[in-house]
């Protein structure tokens, strides 16, 4: 298990950045959450089998249709202490 903290730059909130990181890392059985910034950036702890958190940090560089990803931040992370992938405030 490997676990990443993300934060991701560029035009990602108000674009559906967040439900779409969430079906995806649902999807790929990842754990942790994403969460929007007040700096205008979206932050997230993916944590998981490490292909599945590398394919994660692969997608989220291109995002959902209307995103426009200019930078993502990557720092290796401690698990989160619960299971599953959720929304935080």
Partial sequence: MIAKRLVITGRVQ??????????????????????NRADGAVEALIAGDVAAVEE?????????????????????AEPPEEAGFHLMG
């Fill in 56 to 76: 994660m940090s692969r997608a989220c560089r291109r995002g959902p249709r209307l995103a426009e990803v200019a930078r993502i931040d990557e720092d290796l």
């Fill in 14 to 35: 108000g674009v559906g950045y967040r439900a779409w990181m969430l079906e995806k890392a649902r999807t790929l059985g990842l754990s942790g959450w994403v969460r």
